[in-house]
């Protein structure tokens, strides 16, 4: 009898990857926070979906989030190779071959949309799609490699989740949606021009023309400065909505104090002291972000409690009729 | 002694299929629940069986039937 698993022992190749591989091409990361900001997109809306369809559509979202990062992963692979952040990704590291990051992609992609349109309703699936094809086509294929406002416009990409969520359960785009959905696209600048400051070799070496190789570090602190105090009123204005209330307000005005304290100081920082302390101040504006952006959607799921609901009658606080 | 050589190739496809077949029996489960979901909250399904339905008509609801 022949032992046929001896056989093939010696044929390991790169199609071999173990399951952990084809998750990490879906960057669980990325998909974390989407599931999070999708979920309170779901929960702050006025209209209850059953939970087992609400559990559907976020992980439909969620798989749609992970089929994009697969194509981007397929499309990037050149680029992740270069990149310390990103050399041990599944493609570049040969743990998985692209043609097969691309077939999970696109399948993905087709499966999420369609099974969205099954759980909720068309528009939430055609959003969806709409983001897919945003971060793997517009953002990764052409934006990504051709301007420094590549991170500003691809923001568009991770900022939809929320929205979908909403229309998932409500069936309709209204100014709730849309302050969500500009709330993580005006934080995507600040953010990602902080991870480039004390990146910004990885992305020379990859010739990704991100701001602060294109214009410099002295730019990018304006820019991110610039975009802070942009994205402050967004996210203050977000409070007099019907997903709003006292406790969102409370904390998103700490919240974006100290993001704009952050920002000013990034701004009157020199360069010389920044290399000294190993940009020490950057990184603490980045990981300052990071919290912002979690603590604003968890204020938001606060808000749709009901203790909060009594809060905001017991303050006398009432959201403004938008439209 | 084993009568086969294990490799490292074989612990790796073993866990891809084990991996696979959970995701495959989780949708399998997703979609049941879902079938169910809708079903227990469809009052939208009758829309679909083109014969007038008491249970449709809200004025016939009230006692004021809309025929």
């Known amino acids: 009898m022949t032992d046929i698993r001896a056989d093939i022992a010696d044929q390991s190749g790169p199609g071999d990857a173990g399951f952990g591989d084809y998750v990490q091409l879906l960057k669980p990361r990325v998909m974390s926070l989407v599931v999070f900001t999708a979920l309170v997109g779901l929960v702050v809306a006025p209209v209850r979906l059953h939970p087992v369809e609400a559990l559907a559509a976020i992980i439909f979202i969620a798989l749609g989030a992970g089929a994009s990062g697969a194509l981007n992963m397929w499309w990037d692979a050149d680029i992740d190779r270069v990149m310390r952040r990103t050399a041990k990704r599944p493609v570049p590291s040969g743990a998985v071959e692209p043609g097969e990051a691309l077939g999970l992609g696109a399948t993905l992609s087709v499966l999420s949309v369609v099974m969205l349109w099954l759980a909720t309703n068309a528009l939430a699936a055609a959003l969806l799609a709409f983001t897919i094809f945003f971060y793997a086509v517009i953002y990764t294929m052409w934006l990504k490699r051709s301007t420094p406002q590549n991170i500003v ?78 994205l402050a009123p967004v996210a203050l204005v977000a409070a007099f909505t019907s997903i709003g209330g006292p406790i969102y307000f409370a904390v998103s005005l700490v919240l974006n104090l100290l993001f704009v304290i952050g920002a000013f100081r990034l701004w009157m920082r020199r360069e010389e002291r920044a290399e000294a302390d190993k940009y020490a101040a950057e990184k603490r504006f980045f990981a300052l972000s990071l919290a912002y952006l979690f603590l604003h959607f968890a204020a938001f799921a606060v808000e749709a409690t009901p203790w909060a609901d009594a809060l905001s009658a017991y303050a006398g606080w009432e959201a403004v009729t938008w439209l | 002694m084993a009568l086969t050589r294990e490799h490292d190739l074989h612990k790796r496809r073993q866990g891809r299929n084990i991996g696979v077949l959970v995701v495959l029996l989780a949708f399998v489960a997703l979609v049941f629940g879902l079938t169910i979901a809708k079903m227990t909250t469809g009052d939208q399904l009758q829309g679909f069986d083109h014969t007038y339905r008491i249970e449709m008509d809200p004025g016939a609801r009230t006692g004021e039937a809309g025929q």
Do not use: C, Q
């Open chain 1, 153 to 230: 416009i691809g923001g568009a990409a991770g900022a939809f989740p929320p929205m979908v969520g909403w229309v998932a359960a409500t069936g309709s785009v209204s100014v709730e949606a849309v302050l969500m959905f500009l709330l993580i696209f005006m934080w995507t600048p600040p953010h990602f021009w902080a991870l480039a400051l004390f990146m910004n070799s990885d992305y020379e070496k990859a010739k990704v023309p991100m701001l602060t190789v294109t214009h410099g570090r002295r730019s990018t602190r304006n820019h991110i400065l610039v975009y802070t105090l942009l």
